[in-house]
């Protein structure tokens, strides 16, 4: 029974702290603006590649189309965006030369090109998905170890304190479901608004600042109160051992949240079965959490013909703007585009 309590106490802090790993990681991404830049990125490559080269043949002759500064600024809006869906790129990418090109051929031609332009773009987005959560993950290892030094997290220290202090170990089994339910709200968190916002930094920074003395309050053994590694008795073996386990502790915190989540949650239900302590609200959390992934589930995802129309709607909205509908219609007969 107590070997589970401590087992649990000692994934709850974990999980505490790599929640706050998390957080730093956010305000380096912040700060670095590396969405934005990877986005940028993304759409060069897309754009050298796709419309450049490909896309561009579809012009009339002597039509230009505009440099990569241009084209990004169109499907960026010009607003710093770090995301774009698929959808707000399809519908941005009407409004670009290449787009406005497209929208002049027939029905057919426009619905095989803007599937490819769409299906390209989410390949696109994938590759640049994949390498930014491999950026990440090194990033968060780093930032754990980091963590772990600055603020003093020795597993060491808070395995003994847990084992003298009974109440600290019931204390953080109580905090499970609490802490579970802080990293669902980040998880589900979107990152991406307002990015490049000094107040969403600002708000990142005071999040950190109130989970840290949160947990302290807790009573988990961190930080440099007392100026001392283990006990009165520091040599250079103390030293040393202090160095090891906190640089381990720092690397089990860079498993990262995921893991500690579902250590957590696996173990939650062990312990209570052991007779453990828990909140008696829990089977109410987990009941609210499948509700709300039934209501996630409930979103349809977006099809090929919600692209298709999409496109068709801003170069429609386009041609009335410039005053060319009648001309394209008279244009391209009875199988033209007739938006």
Do not use: C
């Amino acid at each position: 029974m107590e070997i589970l309590e401590i087992v649990l106490a000692l994934a709850v802090s974990m999980l505490l702290f790599s929640t706050m790993a998390s957080m730093v990681v956010e305000i380096v991404h912040r700060t670095i603006r590396i969405r934005k830049k990877g986005l940028h990125k993304m759409l060069t490559s897309f754009y050298e590649n796709e419309v450049k080269q490909d896309m561009s043949n579809l012009m009339n002759k002597g039509s230009a189309v505009e440099d990569v500064t241009a084209f990004i600024n169109k499907i960026t809006l010009k607003s710093g965006d770090s995301t774009v869906t698929t959808m707000e790129f399809i519908r941005r990418f009407a409004e670009t030369d290449i787009g406005r090109s497209i929208g002049r051929r027939a029905d057919k031609d426009v619905d095989v090109l803007i599937d490819e332009a769409a299906e390209r773009y989410e390949e696109y987005g994938t590759q640049a998905s994949q390498l930014f959560r491999k950026y990440s993950a090194l990033i968060n290892v780093i930032v754990s170890v980091l963590l772990a030094f600055a603020l003093n997290i020795n597993i060491i220290n808070i395995y003994n304190a847990m084992q003298k202090n009974e109440t600290l170990t019931q204390e953080l089994a109580l905090h499970a479901e609490q802490a579970m339910t802080v990293y669902e709200l980040r998880a589900a968190q979107d990152t991406s608004q307002a990015y490049e916002s000094q107040e969403a930094l600002k708000n990142d920074i005071k999040e950190l600042k109130d989970t840290v003395r949160e947990t302290q309050k807790i009573g988990l053994p961190i930080g440099w109160n007392n100026g001392l590694i283990f006990g009165d008795n520091i040599t250079s073996a103390n030293v040393a051992l202090w160095i090891f386990s906190t640089l381990m502790t720092g690397l089990l915190i860079g498993l990262g949240g995921p893991f500690w989540y579902d250590v957590v949650k696996r173990l939650t239900p062990i312990t209570r079965l052991a007779g453990a302590m828990m909140r008696p609200s829990a089977r109410k959390g987990e009941g609210q959490k499948d509700s709300n992934d039934s209501g996630a589930k409930e979103d349809q995802p977006e099809t090929v013909e919600d692209h298709r129309a999409a496109f068709k709607k801003v170069i429609k909205a386009r041609h009335v703007i410039d005053g060319v509908n009648n001309k394209t219609d008279k244009l391209l007969g009875p199988r033209a585009l007739r938006l």
